[in-house]
């Protein structure tokens, strides 16, 4: 049936002109119909979840838009136009567009002026897989984004009674909220992209537009769902560099939900999986006994880990809530393993 369809090309665009877009819906459009199979997709991974963060919305809620609504190709830039308050980011759009026309990186080394990791830092991310940047975002800017996610879930930070109550935006400890001015800055923090393109070694990067998290206190009626401890990168050998971030907007306790990890798990994975018994499947086995810590740092700290570390939320124990804002930068050539283990 594959050979069969006749997808849009990369080059084709609509009133927003953006490339890319309209193959990225007609590929969804063909899916939701069962004309072609998910994993006629996996080969344009990278230009897909790149599209969808110089367009700044989230990959979970477009594909719930496209599946649920099915909207023609205008349709779907007036929404994405709608989400951004009718502004787009043209440089982002311009670089972008040029990539697809010319299927060229644009790399770009990562010079001596630009890096704001020490050496030790450094030797501290090779041993430990992991790096907190300081202050990477204002307190100010911390508050303004609570109060954007408050805002969003119907939610008082300073009053418990209002932290259970059901919401649709709310995905367990995740919150669905990608489009806000108060995330829009953290994600064009300076020294969180420094960081990325020093351990990238390269300045070729694009940010996701992810969502934000609040982890609030366990009670007798509302445990903690997850995600406990996992990975979000095929276990295949041999794992890729690849990396993952998320920013502390309020200061967070050992038993307050924090985010934990294992430390150094990146450099002794492939050796645990080769000593598995083959009938085992990693992911099943207790990561807790390997060691997993949990991350205290305070309001605007930003944690970076290598993806092949455990990592995970936390039972909060505390009497505060958590709340955070998950981002990532990458290139567009970043290597993913064609199977998923």
């Known amino acids: 049936m594959l050979e069969s369809v006749q997808l849009a090309t990369s080059k084709e665009v ?20 069962g004309k072609i199979k998910q994993d006629h997709l996996l080969n344009e991974w990278n230009i897909d979840i790149t599209l969808l963060g110089i367009l ?64 030790s830092d450094m030797n501290f991310w090779n041993e430990n897989g992991y790096i907190i940047i300081r202050n990477a975002v204002s307190k100010e800017d911390c508050e303004c984004t609570i109060e954007a996610i408050c805002n969003y879930i119907d939610i008082d930070r300073y009053n418990s009674n209002t932290w259970y109550a059901p919401h649709t935006a709310k995905q367990g400890i995740m919150v669905q909220l990608f489009q806000h001015p108060a995330l829009e ?30 982890n609030p206190p366990e009670i007798e009626t509302w445990k903690f769902p997850g995600p406990r401890m996992h990975w979000d990168v095929s276990l295949k050998m041999p794992i890729p560099f690849g990396t993952q ?37 990693p992911r099943n086995e207790d990561i807790y006994s390997l060691g997993v810590q949990p991350i205290v740092a305070n309001a ?20 505060q809530p958590r709340f955070v804002q998950y981002m990532n930068y990458e290139p567009l050539d970043a290597f993913k393993q064609d199977e998923w283990i």
């Open 185 to 214: 800055k953290n994600r064009n923090s300076p020294i969180i992209r420094k960081a990325y393109e020093q351990l990238w070694q390269r300045k070729d990067l694009w940010i996701n537009a992810d969502r934000v998290g609040f």
């Open 245 to 281: 971030g998320i920013l502390y907007l309020a200061d967070t306790a050992y038993n307050q939900g924090a985010f934990s990890l294992v430390p150094g798990f990146h450099n002794r994975i492939e050796t645990w999986l080769h000593n598995l018994p083959s009938n085992v499947q």
């Open 56 to 119: 700044n919305i989230g990959l979970e809620q477009t594909v719930k838009y496209l599946y649920e609504e099915n909207p023609d190709f205008e349709t779907l830039e007036k929404w994405i136009l709608h989400l951004n308050n009718g502004k787009l980011n043209n440089y982002k759009i311009e670089q972008f567009n040029n990539y697809i026309d010319t299927l060229k990186v644009a790399y770009m080394a990562n010079e001596p002026e630009d890096r704001v990791l020490s050496e």
């Open 14 to 33: 609509g009133f927003l002109n953006v490339k890319h877009l309209k193959r990225y819906w007609h590929k969804n459009r063909l899916l939701r119909s």
């Open 300 to 319: 605007g700290d930003f944690i970076i880990w290598h993806h092949a570390l455990p990592h995970g939320s936390s039972v909060n124990s505390s009497n």
